[in-house]
């Protein structure tokens, strides 16, 4: 783990879609990181991400390990963008991934599918209202 003067200017790339306190001019808000961004951390947004013992959220984008603990997956490696790296990934490449992308939602009122096929995933109404 990475301690608060060393998350300050490191420069982040994401592995996996996530969400994140980011600091904006005058608030902190979560964001939605894709595959492909690269942040680099700010005093700002280390403060922005502890937790009720002072520790940052952030301190774990070193560790792997840590972060499959956490996530289940490695969601953030350091530094820039790998080169050679793509950051779509289709179906003949990462199968899984595109496998783990079929849902349906809790409620049972709508029901999401992402094709294989290259197509946009559709979304239709399930027959069943959960209201």
Known sequence: MLSEDGLIG???HV???TQALRTTSDFAA????KRGDVIQLTEEDVEAS???FGESSWAI???PELQE???GKQVFGIGPWPEGLPVFRTPDEDPAYWASTKYVSTSNTIAAYAGTDGQRPSIR???R???
């Open 50 to 52: 502890k937790n009720r």
């Open 61 to 63: 984008v070193d560790d």
């Open 125 to 127: 109404p399930s027959l």
């Open 69 to 71: 603990l956490r996530f």
């Open 15 to 17: 592995l996996e879609p």
């Open 10 to 12: 490191l420069t982040v």
């Open 129 to 131: 209202n959960s209201w």
């Open 30 to 33: 979560a964001v939605t990181l």
